[in-house]
């Protein structure tokens, strides 16, 4: 069996036990013993330490793949007079495809109006906080001190750094190619640890979706329904629709192709909701699935982990109109522009924020008049949507990697073609000589 279908087993196998896990701890007719031993050693136990070390152990390679593979990129782009097309072929799409996402879940939510039936809680709270000023967050992204970037996860000032030294190693003469061998080597025990990790991955993914539903259930979807149904919806159509059509018109691909090849990337995406700890398979899936050269893809994935948030934005463009229509707020004309303005702006500005899609929620609100404390109706599901949303968002980075790729004649259309290129080299190894033997 492949590992894109035992992953996706995984993922059914983990909501469906977590499902019953959550049914027999509401239950009321069970004992108190084994009510203890399901939460505190199955659920709180064995499944929540498998998957926190999963998710540890992916966070383990995003740091050194990002460094290195920017390092290999810029450095084999660095004397030439490409990298700055690129950087804004790719800002400007990643920007395009944030805005076409929030107005398409601002049209889609006007039209459903997922709050037109909803009551006002008189409860909901929710402490908003607030994003740092765009001025600080530009200034921040280069960093005074690399290791302690490094040490501490910030992704911009990361990209940044790797990108001035692979700038400089490729004028650095012979002691510049000496560096750079280094770091390809070095690039390829990367991607063959990230092989390791994906083979025990089915065990990660049915940890963490067992634990999340043993949790919530599915309780939570039936009572905001509408706006779930809505946000799913829009979700989908951006994954399937836009981008096609992008894929379609500026790279002149299959999207049918590149969809089937971003299956295992979802399912990692889904069962993490986090594009930073999915980065080494979305890096790694860019560059031997789809054929994108590292020069490119090592630029526009990390950088898409970092800033392209389609999926949020989606989730920002319809709870702003549900949370509109809860508390009876009619919006304009400008209060709908000023919200696709601030979210596709926010997705650059807030990048480094953690929890950046309510963080950035409690300013689009903000901007357009509405009450902050309307997010908390959403929390509820908003875990679940997170899942789908990351999924969205990844997706986004591949497309943009193609389509930049493709532009700069950095695309291998054979790879692309392929349907058995390099997602499991060792299953490719084996059959490679079956099929010698057989010519």
């Not at 930049?404 to 349907?419: A, I, M, T, W, Y």
């Amino acid at each position: 069996m492949s590992l894109t279908n035992r992953i996706l087993i995984a993922m059914v196998a983990g909501i469906l036990f977590g499902s019953l896990l959550d049914l027999i701890l509401d239950s009321t007719g069970i004992s108190e013993g084994f009510h203890t031993v399901i939460r505190d050693y199955v659920v709180g136990g064995v499944l929540d330490l498998v998957g926190r070390v999963f998710i540890a152990s992916l966070k383990l390679l995003v740091v050194p793949l990002v460094l290195v593979s920017l390092i290999c990129g810029s450095s084999s782009l660095g004397d030439s007079a490409r990298m700055g097309p690129i950087a804004a072929k790719t800002l400007v799409l990643y920007l395009g495809t944030t805005a076409i996402a929030i107005s398409t879940a601002l049209v889609a939510a006007v039209l459903v109006g997922p709050g037109t039936h909803v009551s006002l809680p008189g409860t909901a709270e929710f402490e908003a906080t607030q994003p740092p000023p765009l001025v600080d967050v530009l200034a921040n992204i280069v960093p005074s001190n690399p290791v302690a970037a490094m040490a501490e996860g910030k992704m911009l000032q990361i990209i940044v750094f790797a990108l001035l030294f692979g700038y400089a190693i490729s004028h650095a003469g012979d002691a510049g190619r000496r560096i750079a061998d280094f770091f390809r080597d070095l690039e390829e025990v990367i991607m063959r640890m990230v092989g390791i990790l994906m083979g025990l991955a089915p065990y990660g993914v049915f940890a963490l979706l067992a634990t999340l539903f043993s949790d919530m259930g599915f309780s939570a979807i039936v009572d905001l329904g509408a706006y779930f149904l809505t946000v799913l919806g829009v979700l989908l159509i951006h994954a399937t629709v836009a981008y096609s059509v992008i894929l379609k018109t500026l790279a002149g691909v299959s999207p049918k192709i590149m969809m089937q090849k971003m299956r295992s990337v979802w399912a990692f995406a889904f069962s993490t909701a986090s594009s930073g700890a999915t980065l080494p398979i979305t890096l790694r899936t860019v560059e031997r699935r789809l054929g994108v050269h590292n020069s490119v893809a090592g630029f526009t994935v990390p950088l898409g982990a970092t800033i392209n948030m389609d999926g949020t934005a989606i989730m920002q463009g319809v709870a702003t109109v549900f949370i509109a229509q809860v508390y009876g707020v009619d919006l304009p004309l400008s209060a709908y522009i000023t919200v696709i303005l601030t979210a596709t702006l926010a997705s650059i500005g807030t990048a480094a924020v953690p929890g950046v899609g309510l963080i950035t929620l409690a300013m689009v609100l903000d901007q357009a008049g509405l009450p902050v404390e309307g997010i908390a109706m959403i929390i509820g599901v908003d875990r679940l949507l997170d899942m789908v949303r990351t999924a969205v968002n990844v997706t986004g980075d591949a497309t943009v990697a193609v389509v930049v790729g493709k532009s700069e004649n950095h695309f291998d259309e054979r790879v692309f073609l392929n349907p058995r290129a390099d997602l499991e080299p060792d299953r490719d190894e084996v059959a490679a000589p079956e099929a010698a033997s057989k010519s």
